[in-house]
T-cell receptor
């Protein structure tokens, strides 16, 4: 599959801080998605992006689909302890194709 | 919760034995996927299905086979389990019509091969 480079690998922040993570690829994707995984559970979809340049928010989360279609970022504002988990980016070449996942960003938030 | 169930949730098995993991959905979704998750590797696609009896290989398919005889069930079989197949296995489903709505994942099966 197409390799996605997700960074940073891990983040350790204080409650209230903003967080930014990103994902890059050598290939163009038609769809970018961001997932969150809590311990012992499967990933859950946070945000889906369908158009280059698109900026989408979901509460304190904001994600953007890069203009080149080879990257995406996710921002979390005013982090809280329940934001702890692993965040994955995923790209899809086109409808019906399987998703390619990044290796994840592990987020720890201290009160 | 979306109607997707994986069984068993945990399994310990011996090297060389066959193992079958089950994914069951009640959503009537067309696409089903098996991924494995390992530290440092993220989620890697093993096999997927785009309909009954229609399956294809993913990037890490060696040592695994799948079957889908009904829309609702997608089985993953480790033909002869090895220690390198110790992992957490996730099933996912999706219905791809027009815009892409993303996968829904099961809660995972933690498999240990000793």
């Amino acid at each position: 599959g197409q390799q996605l480079n997700q960074s940073p690998q891990s983040m350790f922040i204080q409650e209230g801080e903003d967080v930014s993570m990103n994902c890059t690829s050598s290939s163009i994707f038609n769809t970018w998605l961001w997932y969150k995984q809590d311990p012992g559970e499967g990933p859950v979809l946070l945000i889906a992006l369908y158009k280059a340049g698109e900026l989408t928010s979901n509460g304190r989360l904001t994600a953007q689909f890069g203009i080149t279609r080879k990257d995406s970022f996710l921002n979390i504002s005013a982090s809280i302890p329940s934001d702890v988990g692993i965040y994955f980016c995923a790209g899809q070449l086109r409808s019906g194709y399987a998703l390619n996942f990044g290796k994840g960003t592990s987020l720890l938030v201290t009160p | 919760d979306a109607g997707i169930t994986q069984s068993p949730r945990h399994k310990v098995t011996e090297t060389g034995t066959p193992v079958t993991l089950r994914c069951h959905q009640t959503e009537n979704h067309r696409y089903m996927y098996w991924y494995r998750q390992d530290p440092g590797h993220g989620l890697r696609l093993i096999h997927y299905s785009y309909g009954v009896k229609d399956t294809d290989k993913g990037e890490v398919s060696d040592g695994y086979s799948v079957s889908r005889s009904k829309t609702e069930d997608f089985l993953l079989t480790l033909e002869s389990a090895t220690s390198s197949q110790t992992s957490v296995y996730f099933c996912a489903i999706s219905e791809s019509v027009g815009f892409y709505y993303g996968y829904t994942f099961g809660s995972g099966t933690r498999l240990t091969v000793v």
